[in-house]
């Protein structure tokens, strides 16, 4: 007569309790993803850092820029996210003042900034990866350049409407530690950021 | 031969998966520990945070910064006074303590163990950079919550950020000839990026 468990009712036990447990850890997997987003996404310094640089950026010629080339997107092209630089000789005239107080706050390491991302206010077809006529788009296409932070970032943004949005990625760096930190407005036609 | 119990194998299979588990099971409930423990703080400091960055913010932006100027420490828990000048001529009052801050009749006190700041000598760094017409400037207010058990996850840092054209501020460091009496505020030059740097060098330590 056999005493104690078999290898089978082991594995059986065994499965149940790793079976149970990973339930409750996605249950507080999603709790604490949720707590690293509140840190580290819209965060108040990073906010009013991307309303001064889309004030500098409006004030020069961004917004027939982005107006001009995200509005050209067709089959072949996917321009759903515009990537925008100090050095952009059509939204900064080379050499002027604009363009050096530009690169001496953003291209430095000064405001931590990483990249300046222009979009439109609906992200619905960005992160569905949908062109204008609808096509699904390839993804890796349509987010190229996009680290898997900043993708995880464009996932939490949400509503419909016209106009753009402006999405900064910050790089606060310490010693070897790297930390991400995004913020967004949106930029309305024709007017001011909110 | 009847067999009675587990065999080796069967033993060193479940301790493999007990230990695979347990493994799971001990990440979560650090993260967990840490989590609560910090949130439980953190909360109302961080809103309080928000609505000052907010409040001074808004004042930046609407009525147009014009000039910065020290004013007196009155309370023995004072660390920082500073006095913003608007183009509007209006004025709003900026007092950093031990634990609270105020702003134009607002106060906020920090929950957060203390509001030291690191080092008495950089009470708060302020930069100054005249790009051809046009300055940005900004005031860093760092916390010191060393020893805490908050210390490396909490941002309560305050920063207060500006830029706009040299013609329309009289800030100390300007060019500009026309400015009057401003006091002058201390450790103007650079103090945020030594001050980094400090910082940087204590967390590579």
Known sequence: ????????????????????????????????????????YDDPIYLYRTYYILDLLQSNNVFNYIEDTLADNDADNYPLLLEVSCNNTAVF???????????SIVNTKYLEVEHIYFTYYDLGPLTACKNSTGETCDRNESLRGLSTNAVNYLNTLTGTGDGYRIIIEFLNQKGL???YFYASLDVPLGGNGS | ?????????????????????????????????????????????????????????????????????????EQEDDIVCLNFVFRDNSTATLKIAKNTVEYNGEKWTLQTGSYDIKNEDYKYCYNYVEKGKFYYVTLMFYVNLRGHVLESNVLLDLELFNTGLVSDVCLPGTSRTDCGNILKLNNTTNLCDSYRSQDEETTNN
């Open chain 2, 1 to 73: 031969m009847k067999s009675k119990g587990m065999t080796m194998v069967e033993l060193i299979v479940s301790v493999g998966l007990i230990s695979i588990v347990m493994v799971f099971v001990f990440n979560i409930l650090v993260d967990m520990r840490q989590e609560e423990t910090n949130s439980s703080f953190k909360s109302q400091d961080l809103i309080n945070r928000s609505l000052i960055i907010r409040t001074i913010q808004k004042d930046f932006i609407n009525k147009k910064l014009y000039t910065i100027n020290e004013c007196l420490l």
């Open chain 1, 177 to 179: 530690a790297k930390k």
């Open chain 1, 93 to 103: 005239e080379p050499g002027s003042d604009a363009q050096i107080l530009c690169e």
């Open chain 1, 1 to 40: 007569m056999k005493k104690g468990f078999i290898l089978v009712e082991t594995i059986v036990v065994i499965t149940f309790l790793a079976t149970s447990l990973l339930i409750i850890y996605s249950s507080f997997n999603g709790i604490l993803v949720n707590e690293k987003r509140r840190m580290y």
